[in-house]
């Protein structure tokens, strides 16, 4: 038993450390960073959630053999309906596939939180875990600041395999939202009681807090993160005593000083990405309010946004740049939440803090020892943090941050004592070996096919935009041999062979595109055109019909309606 204990503990630690850092890429390249590489890359989704299920696989072979009783807590109950309600908001949704790969996510973060609430056994576990993600931490922004500073390239060995290890972290505005809550992590450190003879430790970290905060303010220049750290600051203000609360509120100000250049940008402009962040807040809106029991479905965000996305929305962009441009999230967790699971999602959500923070309330009242005391405060603000900053971004699905996040949790209902030992039943140990063949077999089965067909996906677009025609459309053919499901293959597929001058295989692809994202306007303008250049008049008018049934502004689309109709005059 104590065996099969120490490898799933040192698994755990070996996430905190690996999964960070096998979401970093090549960092900086001529200090600017990459766009057009997809945010969440293949093979690391794959790495991170491969790393989960062999951990709840090593706790269930424990559970299964040794453990007499498990952890049982009340925030069991609503991330349990949650999942519940994701894997039943697909049904009649556009495309299910899609939906069940998000439910991976979920679930695989439910799952971190059962594995590390039953793994950390006190508070000495605890700290060890934190100091783990907050080196870890130190040592990302570490090579951020070399790459920024010095054009370095690391890790140098990945950069042949940029297509299959990509980078989340390509965008460095991501590194600071993974930064920022771990800042206040530091704080269990630096403001505990320590021996004399171990000043030393509180100077590194005070050090390390240093770094975190001129990456995150100079470096990685994120206004969502510089709001990370200023929230949970302000609810310091009105937490501590008097004295305390002159410290904190200058270190708020010295804060929202050196964020001023970053926080003005809001109101410039200039940056119209800020006045499009509010039109797709106002689109998630609408959607939640069309569905608003139980959302249109996980995952399905993406795919529902183009009904309520008007060209008027998306500034001076060009019309065909504007319609191609893609809305894969609605840059605030809680407005996904509310049009991908409706009002049901997100009341399951707020019972879920609810329970959480109560819980925290409850044992700052009671509690007296000061280093406890102060490591729930730090884990409170980390987790302020992450709510914080998810007004704003999608930090929660973005597997770093949201393993952090779900640890913290984790961390604070073991230290608050949320929890109560349940005893195992014949039963239960029965069922959790019979989980382990599902766990071994469909799941990473599931997670290597979703992770080679974007793989090649990736591959497939690079060579398109290097006009290499037939390597691309073998990409896109591979990808498709992995998931026969992926709506862009097909797209790309049809672009291809328009480009061949073969309208019919054109339309074939297409067609089988929209059955899997039905309302992609450029797919069903490129469709109407080349029903339109093949002579079916008749077919393209009913297409161009659909198209502008949901999208009437889109001027192109009216254009060719016009010209056919004036044809047949």
Known sequence: MKIASAVS????????ILVPIAFISRGFVDNSYFYRIYLFT????????????????????????????????????????????????????????????????????????????????????IRFLMKIGVFTGALICFISILCYFFHVDLPFFLKKR???????????????????????????????????RRIWEKRIYALISALFLFGILFIFKSRTAALGLMVPFLFLVFVFSPRKRIVVALSC????????????????????????????WKNAVLIGKD??????????????????????????????QAWNDYIHHAHNEYLQIF?????????????????????IRSYLKSESDGMRRILCYSLMLSLLSHFTMALFVYNFQTAPSAFFAMAAMAFLIK????????????????????????????APRFLIQNALTKYHLHVGESLLEQHSLQKAKEAFEEALRWNPHEWRA??????????????????????????????????LFNLALYYERSGKDEDAVQTYGRLLSFAPDFRMANNRLGHIHLKHR
């Open 162 to 196: 940029e297509f299959w290890w990509g980078g989340t972290f390509d965008n460095p505005k991501l590194i600071a939202e993974y930064l920022a809550p771990l800042f206040f992590w530091i704080g269990g450190f630096c403001f505990a009681k320590t021996d004399s």
């Open 42 to 125: 293949p093979t690391k989704e794959a790495v991170a959630r491969m790393f989960i299920l062999f951990l709840l696989t090593l706790f269930l072979l424990e559970v299964g053999f040794f453990k007499k009783s498990v952890q049982k807590t009340a925030l069991y109950l609503p991330m349990f309906f949650i999942l519940l309600l994701g894997a039943f908001s697909l049904i009649g949704s556009m495309n299910p596939h899609q939906g069940f790969e998000q439910w991976i996510h979920l679930a695989s973060l439910v799952l971190f939180f059962f594995v590390c609430l039953n793994l950390v056994e006190d508070i000495s576990s």
């Open 339 to 359: 049009s991908e699971m409706g009002f049901l999602g997100l009341a399951l959500f707020a019972v879920l803090l609810f329970l959480l923070f109560r819980q």
């Open 9 to 16: 503990k040192i698994t755990l630690a070996l996430f905190f």
């Open 490 to 523: 097909y797209f790309f597929l049809g672009d291809i062979s328009a480009r061949h001058k073969n309208g019919e295989e054109a339309i074939s692809y297409l067609k089988k595109s929209l059955r899997f994202n039905p309302y992609h306007v450029m797919t």
């Open 253 to 280: 100000v010295a804060i929202l000083f050196l964020s001023l250049p970053l926080l003005k940008q809001t109101f410039d402009r200039k940056y119209t990405n800020n006045l499009q962040r509010l039109v797709i």
């Open 291 to 320: 569905h608003w029991l139980r959302g249109a479905g996980l995952g399905q965000f993406d795919l529902v946004y183009p009904i309520y996305a008007a060209p008027k929305d998306r500034f001076s962009i060009p019309e065909t």
């Open 415 to 442: 230290l608050t004592g949320g929890t109560e030992q349940k005893e195992m039943r014949h039963f239960t140990r029965v069922l959790s070996l019979a989980l382990i063949p599902f766990l071994l077999l469909f």
